[in-house]
């Protein structure tokens, strides 16, 4: 069971300002990290924005582009298996961010936690990060990236406990949804 999760934090609109992944590698979380990303729109931030994640442009400039960390993330992304809370909205970010700067669309499956988590825990009245992380006791900064893809992460090991296997693809054919691949 391998797979990255990913997720993004936004200065405004699909402009990325904080980028986090974290890899899964034989049902392990093996590594969590963050970047802080200077977006294409600086330093124009979008207010409610801001307040949701606490990211301001002063904490951005001497923040890398999307377009310069794009050589060191590409790694956890191609030829992987990706996992989001809430898929549309991060691989919309991504699209967006490739697009903006000419890159090449990495090769990547990706599936969300947020459909895995409604089939896992049907009980539950909400299937928000916060309300996951809160009923399986998962400590975490919320709406910032390297927690969140962390959380998604732990959250996606647990669904696929839940499902009563460690094998990714059993486990998604099990809750009826289906790996998307990335495109343009």
Avoid at 9 to 23: D, K, N, V, W, Y
Avoid at 51 to 64: E, F
Avoid at 70 to 92: C, E, K, R, T
Wanted: overall charge negative; hydrophobic content about 45%.
């Amino acid at each position: 069971m391998t797979f990255t999760a990913i997720d993004f934090e936004t200065a405004h609109a699909q402009f990325p300002c904080e980028i986090g992944l974290s890899r899964v590698e034989n049902g392990v979380v093996i590594r969590s990290e963050s970047w802080l990303i200077k977006p294409a729109c600086f330093p124009y931030m979008n207010p409610w924005n801001q307040r949701v994640h606490g990211i301001s442009s002063s904490d951005l400039v001497n923040a890398p582009t999307f377009e310069e960390l794009w050589p060191i993330i590409s790694d956890y992304l191609q030829d992987q298996i990706v996992v989001a809370h809430n898929a549309s909205f991060d691989m919309g970010v991504l699209r967006a961010s490739l697009a903006y700067y000419d890159l090449a669309v990495p090769w990547l499956d990706y599936f969300c936690s947020v459909s895995l988590s409604r089939k896992a825990w049907k009980q539950l009245p909400s299937h928000s990060l916060g309300a996951l992380c809160e009923f399986h006791d998962i400590k975490f900064k919320h709406h910032r990236a390297g927690d969140d893809a962390r959380a998604c992460a732990v959250i996606t090991l647990k669904a696929f406990d839940a499902f009563e296997t460690n094998d990714l693809n059993q486990a998604i054919s099990l809750a009826g949804i289906k790996l998307k691949r990335l495109l343009k």
